[in-house]
């Protein structure tokens, strides 16, 4: 039952995300909540890892990529120290994202989503802590995206 519950409110994050999407997606708390109880350990299969794993994308990916061109705004417009913090906030962000999926993709069973989560997770991680560039992870972040439209219905 709690499975169920469980993708039932990370479905609905996702639906109020994407319904809110023009006017600028769902509320930070909400998604939070929702992908806090989405990431529980309790995920029982990779189909119910779906809806975790996008929560946790919903959550985390804009939050990211706005710190990433802050950054890049920063470095443009010659704020070193500006464009050093945002860069700092986008590797926190990915840190923070990484921990919180790295539970979820230990419970996915399905070999093509546990390979391209897992892959992700690792890029998030490297970069998190230095040790990969943005490219790393915009070349996984599609990868993982069209497995879950794959597998995930």
């Known amino acids: 039952m709690r499975i ?17 999407a023009d006017e600028g997606g769902a509320t930070d708390a909400a998604v939070s909540a929702a992908a806090t109880t989405a990431a529980s350990p309790s ?25 990433l061109q802050k950054a890049g705004q920063a470095a ?5 120290a500006g464009g050093a913090a945002a860069l700092t906030d986008a590797r926190k962000l990915a840190t ?4 919180k999926l790295e539970p979820v993709a230990g419970q996915v069973n399905d070999p093509e989503l546990r390979s391209a989560v897992s892959q992700f997770l690792g890029q998030l991680k490297q970069f998190g802590t230095g040790q990969a560039n943005i490219a790393q992870i915009q070349t996984a972040a599609p990868a993982l995206t069209s497995v879950l439209l794959k597998v995930c219905p």
């Open 4 to 20: 169920f519950m469980v993708a039932g409110v990370a479905a609905a994050v996702l639906a109020l995300g994407a319904g809110c």
């Open 76 to 80: 443009q417009s010659g704020d070193s």
């Open 43 to 67: 995920v029982a299969d990779g189909e119910a890892a779906c809806e975790p794993i996008k929560a946790l994308q919903v959550q985390y990916f804009d939050k990211v990529i706005a710190a």
């Open 96 to 99: 923070e994202w990484a921990g």
